[in-house]
T-cell receptor, first 116, second 111 residues
Framework: GAGVSQTPSNKVTEKGKYVELRCDPI?????LYWYRQSLGQGPEFLIY????????DSGLPNDRFFAVRPEGSVSTLKIQRTERGDSAVYLC??????????????FGPGTRLTVL | GQSLEQPSEVTAVEGAIVQINCTYQ??????LSWYQQHDGGAPTFLSY????GLEETGRFSSFLSRSDSYGYLLLQELQMKDSASYFC????????????FGAGTRLAVHP
C-alpha cells in the first residue's frame, strides 16, 4: 500500500518568507508526527497529532512554527518569517496510534527546506 | 531532559557481526527503538525493546538494560546494503509514541 508522502520534496525560499509543508499519512493511521532533521543529526521531534488535535507541540521551536490536521488525515506544517536556521529536512511520520505495542512509526521521504 | 549517545561511525566487513551501542540519560521512558536511514532516505523501523533483554528480528537483534541505561543493536551477516545510519530513540510515550533520537551511527560495510 501507499506509504507516507510529503510535498514538496524540495523547497527553496528566501529569508522572511512563509512556507507550507504537506504530509499525507498512511490511510487509517490516527497518529501523525513532524520531525526536523539537520545534517548529521537524528530527527528532532516537533509535534504530535492524535486525530485532529495537536496532543503534544512541545518540540516546536517558537511561535513561527504551526501545524494543523483539520480532518485527521493530511497535515500541514507552516513556518512564518523563515530564517536561515530553519533550513533542514522536515520529516513526517505516522503510526496506528493508541500506543501501538512495538512503537513503529512510518516515515515519509521528507521535505528539504533551504532558506537563503 | 533526555540525552542519548552513540558512536558516530563504525566500519565492518561483509559477513561480519557489528554491535552499535547506545547509552542514554532520562528520568523515565517506555522503551528503546532503533531506526535505519540510508543516505537521502526515510528512517525505517528496525526494532523496539519495551522490556529488558534481547529482541531478535532476522539478522538484527536489539538489547536493552534499564539498570545500565544501555542498549545495543546487533547486526549479523553484514551485507553491503546495511551501510546506513542507525539511530537509537527513547520512547517517552505515556500513551503515544514520542521519540527522542540520538545523533546516529554511520555504518560503513566494506567487501
Amino acid at each position: 500500500g501507499a506509504g507516507v508522502s510529503q510535498t514538496p520534496s524540495n523547497k527553496v525560499t528566501e529569508k522572511g518568507k512563509y512556507v507550507e509543508l504537506r504530509c499525507d499519512p498512511i490511510s487509517g493511521h490516527t497518529a501523525l508526527y513532524w520531525y526536523r532533521q539537520s545534517l548529521g543529526q537524528g530527527p528532532e521531534f516537533l509535534i504530535y497529532f492524535q486525530g485532529t488535535g495537536a496532543a503534544d507541540d512541545s518540540g516546536l521551536p517558537n511561535d513561527r512554527f504551526f501545524a494543523v490536521r483539520p480532518e485527521g488525515s493530511v497535515s500541514t506544517l507552516k513556518i512564518q518569517r523563515t530564517e536561515r536556521g530553519d533550513s533542514a529536512v522536515y520529516l513526517c511520520a505516522s503510526s496506528l496510534g493508541g500506543g501501538a505495542s512495538n512503537n513503529e512509526q512510518f516515515f515519509g521521504p521528507g521535505t528539504r527546506l533551504t532558506v537563503l | 531532559g533526555q540525552s542519548l549517545e552513540q558512536p558516530s561511525e563504525v566500519t565492518a566487513v561483509e559477513g561480519a557481526i557489528v554491535q552499535i551501542n547506545c547509552t542514554y540519560q532520562t528520568s523515565g521512558f517506555y522503551g528503546l527503538s532503533w531506526y535505519q536511514q540510508h543516505d537521502g532516505g526515510a528512517p525505517t523501523f528496525l526494532s523496539y525493546n519495551g522490556l529488558d533483554g534481547l529482541e531478535e528480528t532476522g539478522r538484527f537483534s536489539s538489547f536493552l538494560s534499564r539498570s545500565d541505561s544501555y542498549g545495543y543493536l546487533l547486526l549479523q551477516e553484514l551485507q553491503m546494503k546495511d551501510s546506513a545510519s542507525y539511530f537509537c530513540a527513547l520512547d517517552l510515550s505515556g500513551g503515544y509514541n514520542k521519540l527522542i533520537f540520538g545523533a546516529g551511527t554511520r555504518l560503513a560495510v566494506h567487501p
